[in-house]
């Protein structure tokens, strides 16, 4: 997409505003400190017409801007000729602007004097910088939307990541956890089958909830904790009294959006070394909001 396509015409139309406004004061600060008679109407539509035949050129300098850019690494590699372009550029479209600007006040009968090219040249070195002006403001217009674009691409790469990153999670999970869960239900079968029972159902509701929000990538930190709730009161099913689980959470964090699957692995880990040993384990969850 070129500049004259991503450009911001509103933005342009105000700056144009700004810089008549500019030439108003100017003007009319010039001739409230000379001697001659106020004539508000030359006054007014001066500025005015600076403005508007301003706006009305600003695609041509942006299209000469795309056409022959400087700031473009292909540009680089040619940048005489295309300042050689942009110099002449700026003398024509200059000359273009003075004559329009003269002829609208010749056509409008607020000119002084009678139109001709030695008037319409006369100032002509006075209003080249304008373009070079114009010619910047596009290039820096181009290089803070190209600089917006890649931060949003960079905010969406590092989405798609954590996406990836979160169904690589669940994938891993689900096979490691049922091989486990399943192995110690066929185990309670024959000696405790109440037991074994409630754990099938504890699987059940753990495996609706993983597929329920198997596409969320946040959910409400009261949902993360009951996920996490029933895989530890499997896991104490497994482990009977050496596994001790105690929670500590604050009604406010509750509503709170954590990333999905946030805490299962730092659960897993913990019960799984802090019983590696034999021994008992007692795994304490808090949770609290605090800064709003």
Known sequence: MSLFQRISWLRVALAWGVFALFMLVLVTGQALTGTAPLHWRPLVLGPLLYGLIGLLLTPLVFRLATRFNLAAPAGRARRLPYLLVHAGASVGITILYRGLY?????????????????????????????????????????Y????????????????????????ALKQQLNPHFLFNTLNAIATLIGDEPRQAQRMTAKLGEFLRMVLDHSEAQQVPLAHELRFIELYLEM?????SDRLVVTYEVSPAALAALVPHLLLQPLV???VRHGLSAG???ELHIQADRRGG
């Open 102 to 142: 003269l002829g609208a006040l010749h056509l409008i009968g607020t000119l002084v004097g009678p139109l001709s090219w030695q008037v319409i040249l006369a100032s002509v070195n006075v209003w080249v910088p304008i373009y070079w002006m114009v010619l910047f403001v596009a290039y820096a217009l181009d």
């Open 144 to 167: 803070h939307d190209k600089w917006q674009h890649r931060n949003l691409d960079a905010v969406r790469l590092e989405m798609q990541l954590v996406q990836a990153q979160l169904l």
């Open 235 to 239: 896991e104490q099913l497994r482990f």
């Open 268 to 270: 897993e880990n913990a």
């Open 279 to 281: 021994g008992r384990g």
